[in-house]
């Protein structure tokens, strides 16, 4: 079974500096999708920035970016820019690839309590 | 474009009783999935069905089921209401065509168990 790992419980960071949240995933299989998710304080998750893993290139959002090592299997996201906006829970998650166009199982890190200070 | 939506929003039932969940996805989507979010267990997957199929099922108990409409509009149901089953349900929809497709969460119904 897949697992994810977020080591960070909480993080802080100082509005327009730069912020990264680690992620590390264990999985046997050679291909899967890799996301970030952000939950503000009105709990709606909202997809941040998503990366296949047959893609070498590291996935980049506007002010999100990653840094995709699948060697070492791990997902860090960074925000550059940081806006009080940006202060919410912050998920890992992993996917397995689909099967026959269903397998949208999605599983969580524990997440990142992300705090921007003005 | 309409987002995913759940009703109830806020919900609050007593132990012993049964709950009743609605998820209407995006429209176009086939997919449905559910997934539980408590502060001590996290996020954690329920089931997921794509047309009117269950393809995935989580590590739950029997007293929680579901199933989806023509119209991909999904239910769970949670028979039997314990304590421990207060949480923010979520459900989250998929066009379900494989792939890259991305999931879009609805802002969950928050079931308080007395």
């Known amino acids: 079974a897949q697992t994810v790992t977020q080591s960070q419980p909480e993080m802080s960071v100082q509005e327009a500096e730069t912020v990264t949240l680690s992620c590390t995933y264990d999985?046997?299989?050679?291909?899967?999708?890799l996301f970030w998710y952000k939950q503000p304080p009105s709990r709606q998750m909202i997809l941040v920035i998503r990366q296949e893993a047959y893609k070498q290139q590291n996935a980049t959002e506007n002010r999100f970016s990653v840094n995709f090592q699948k060697a070492a299997k791990s997902f860090s996201l960074k925000i550059s820019d940081s806006q009080l906006g940006d202060a919410a829970m912050y998920f890992c998650?992993?996917?397995?690839?689909?099967?026959?166009?269903?397998?949208?199982?999605?599983?969580f890190g524990k997440g990142t309590l992300l705090t921007v200070n003005p | 474009k309409a987002g995913v939506t759940q009703t109830p929003r806020y919900l609050i039932k007593t132990r012993g009783q049964q709950v009743t969940l609605s998820c209407s996805p995006i429209?176009?989507?086939?997919?449905v999935s559910w997934y539980q979010q408590t502060p001590g267990q996290g996020l954690q997957f329920l089931f997921e069905?794509?047309?009117?199929?269950?393809?995935n099922k989580g590590n739950f108990p029997g007293r929680f089921s579901g199933r989806q409409f023509s119209n991909s509009r999904s239910e769970m149901n949670v028979s039997t209401l314990e304590l421990g089953d207060s949480a923010l349900y979520l459900c989250?929809?998929?066009?379900?065509?494989?792939?890259?497709?991305?999931?879009?969460f609805g802002p969950g119904t928050r079931l308080t168990v007395l």
């Open positions: 069905y794509f047309s009117e199929t269950q393809r």
């Open positions: 998650a992993y996917r397995s690839p689909n099967s026959g166009g269903s397998n949208y199982k999605l599983t």
């Open positions: 999985t046997s299989e050679s291909d899967y999708y």
């Open positions: 429209s176009g989507h086939r997919s």
């Open positions: 989250a929809s998929t066009r379900g065509r494989g792939g890259t497709d991305t999931q879009y």
